[in-house]
């Protein structure tokens, strides 16, 4: 009997993809992050702040991943940023085909950075490589302390975990010190962020992290 292993050749394909877009993205110094995270974790909020401090400094992009709305693209366009929506019809993740293709339409001389938000999930995105630089997991703390564990891959494949949400810390039973034990039992050299979206806390050396990355990737800043 011949099995065809599906899921295997899914994935070498799509690393065969996400390979060409990253000799691409390479050869212009654009770095590039995969934003991931459950949905209402706050990711949107998170780039919405970033872009706003950001932008000045550095020529930056967007790809919204989502299921079926233009709402987040909507949200980001308002800020004046080239933005690229790639609606998955339902696919609970981005994959490199979609990532090739938004790279077709956007300008990317001159852009020294860009953000994939992907779709809202704590599971499947975690295995489809982007091309990007670096995988960004956004928890926030309303989720609950047992996230990390429950849904070990995506945080062991991010370089930077961005703890959201800290403003409500006082209405939720989120312990920081059971998450920094969790999750350097997953990953030991993560990078942590404590930010809030809503009053701007923590983003001061959240932006200074990514300044930094696309200074090494070679992007020119003027921050
Ligand atoms: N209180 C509070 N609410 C937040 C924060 N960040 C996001 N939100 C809210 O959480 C909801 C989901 O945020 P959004 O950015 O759309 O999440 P996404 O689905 O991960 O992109 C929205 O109602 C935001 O206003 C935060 O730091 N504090
Ligand atoms: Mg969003």
New binding site residues.
Partial sequence: MKQIDVKKNILQTNDILAKENKELLDSKGIFTVNLL????????????QLIKSMKDNVKLAVIEGDLYTT??AE?IESQGVEVIQVNTGGACHLDALMIKEALNNLELDDMKFLVI?NV?NLVCPASYDLSEDIKIT?L?I?EGNDKPLKYPSMFQKSEVVIV?????MEFTNFSMDEFYRDIKSLRNDIIVFE?????G?GFQQLRDYLLNKIKEKGGVTNA
């Fill in positions: 995270g459950s949905p209402g974790a706050g990711k949107t909020s998170i780039l919405e709402k987040d949200r938000e809202g956004v926030s309303t959201n949400k800290m403003d409500l930010v809030s979206s809503r009053t806390e």
